[in-house]
């Protein structure tokens, strides 16, 4: 039997959620056009479509909401969402941002230029996305176990350090504005990268001058990681580790939807003053004022105080070991997953599980389908349809794994909710033709995930 660790909260207030019938859900999603992201969140029973927003917050945080001081400049919660950060992570300059991408726009648009390349271990997809729009090229580095769903290693979020050094070489400092990593891995599973790799990777930056940013949505659960798995960091606590892994990077981008413990809000860290003042300049235009950056004063006070619950090494140890137990629930069922489990999610190996489905068939987006169709369940898929591109004869070409994102909402779901979801599993693997092939219809340039419409084969 597998044990689930027990809750460092208790429940203080529910949200009601119920399961439809599956003749409803069959009709939704036709005509939803197989798009998971189109239907209502109402008519889901358990959502692991993203971990970001979707927090339960504590007594503690809707206590700070009352606390929002909605002044236009100068907020008092700004100066404690600041003072906050700042602790946690040095930064001089700290700047809000209503979410990670905001962020990662306001970044991106300022300290790129068209031909650059900009390495990472791997680019999450709006940060991507934006990189792309801004003319650059976003490079993916992760060492090779970080690609093999079932390879065993402690930190498979690692970036390749002696790619990068040749990466550098080849194309010259000159191309390349800023190198970044993504603590942890999203697109590489929720994969952690250890310190060392994060200290080797900033002396190398910067041995050729290229700074470092760090993509830093899930540094809390990164840094408790390190604290288990790295040799020598298992006495500090991860508030430390987490000063140390900012000390070697001299800017991030973060979206408080993750280790913010908020439903919205974001942040840029900064020890640029030349930087700080092109940004806060920037961003009047499309996020607001420097004090608020696209927030109302209680959100601020939110992230600030989420941002402190998220240090908590007891929250953390139940995080990362609920996210475990489920993998484990998953695996006794027979779903092959990413090993071992990342942090925020579960991914299931959607190309093992189903090896005789065709690639151009999408099997991770059909399996997210038939997760809907049988249990109510929605999912992300992380393969064909959100990393595949057209290539120049016009055919797709495909990332190397092709995978389905269970996301753990922090503090939402109990363990009969995963036990449940394991089961729904169980009945797709033994009848596997309930998970039917798929053909695009309809297509938009960015992000196709959020809106791309199938027919079922
Ligand atoms: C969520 C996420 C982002 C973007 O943040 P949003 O708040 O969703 O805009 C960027 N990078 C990573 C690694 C993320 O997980």
């Known amino acids: ?30 005509e939803a056009k197989f798009n998971i992201f189109k239907i209502r969140a109402e008519d889901i029973y358990l959502d692991f479509l993203t971990d970001s927003g ?7 945080q809707w206590a700070g909401l009352l606390t929002g001081d909605e002044s236009y400049a100068g907020c008092r919660n700004y100066y404690r969402f600041e003072e906050t950060i700042r602790s946690i992570t040095g930064f001089k300059h700290i700047i809000p941002a209503h979410q990670g991408r905001a962020a990662e726009h306001l970044m991106f648009s300022t300290l790129i230029k068209p031909g650059d390349k900009i390495p990472s271990n791997s680019h ?42 040749d990466f550098i070489k080849k194309n010259g400092p000159g191309q390349i504005p800023f190198g970044m990593l993504t603590i942890t891995n999203n697109s590489g599973g929720g994969q952690p990268v250890s310190l060392e790799n994060i200290k080797k990777t900033s ?23 390190i604290k288990q798995r790295e040799k020598g960091q298992s006495d500090r606590s991860v508030r430390d580790i987490a000063g140390v892994v900012f000390s070697y990077a ?21 020890n640029d003053d030349n930087l700080h003042e092109k940004l806060t300049n920037a961003m009047i235009l499309v996020e607001g004022f420097r004090t608020y950056g ?3 004063g209680r959100d601020l006070e939110a992230v600030a105080r989420g941002l402190e619950e998220a240090l908590d090494e007891a929250y953390l140890s139940h995080r990362i070991n609920q996210v475990k137990s489920f993998g484990e629930l998953l695996l006794e069922a027979g779903i092959p997953i990413v090993v071992p489990t990342g942090g925020h999610a579960v991914f ?6 189903l090896p005789d489905f065709r690639r151009e068939h999408y099997p991770g987006w059909a399996l997210s389908v038939a997760l809907y169709r049988e249990g109510g369940i929605r999912a992300c898929e992380i393969g064909g349809i959100v990393f595949g591109k057209k290539g120049e004869d016009g055919r797709e070409v495909f990332p190397p794994l092709e995978l389905v994102r269970l ?21 797709i693997t033994e009848n596997k033709s309930m998970v039917r092939g798929l053909k695009i219809t309809y297509e938009p340039e960015y992000l196709r995930h959020f809106t791309v419409e199938f027919k079922e084969l």
């Open 1 to 30: 039997m597998i044990e689930f660790p027990a809750e460092p909260y208790r429940i203080k207030s529910i949200e009601r959620i119920r399961q439809i019938p599956r003749s409803e859900r069959e009709r939704l999603i036709r």
């Open 348 to 353: 299931v190996d959607a190309a093992s599980l």
């Open 54 to 60: 979707t927090s339960a917050m504590s007594d503690n």
């Open 203 to 225: 002396e190398i930056l910067h041995s050729h001058r290229i700074p470092l940013i760090l993509d830093a949505c899930r540094y809390a659960e990164n840094c408790y990681f």
């Open 294 to 296: 696209g927030l109302a």
């Open 407 to 427: 996301a753990i909402p922090r503090r939402v779901y109990t363990e009969s909710h995963f036990r449940y979801a394991a089961s729904i599993f169980k009945r």
């Open 124 to 165: 999450f997809d709006t940060t991507r996305a934006n990189i792309e729009y801004a003319g650059a090229e976003a490079v993916d580095l992760v060492i090779e176990e970080g690609k093999d769903p079932s390879a065993s290693h402690p930190f498979k979020g690692n970036i390749d350090t002696d790619r990068l050094e």
């Open 250 to 270: 001299d800017g991030c981008t973060m979206s408080a939807k993750k280790d913010g413990l908020a439903n919205i809000g974001g942040f840029i860290g900064t």
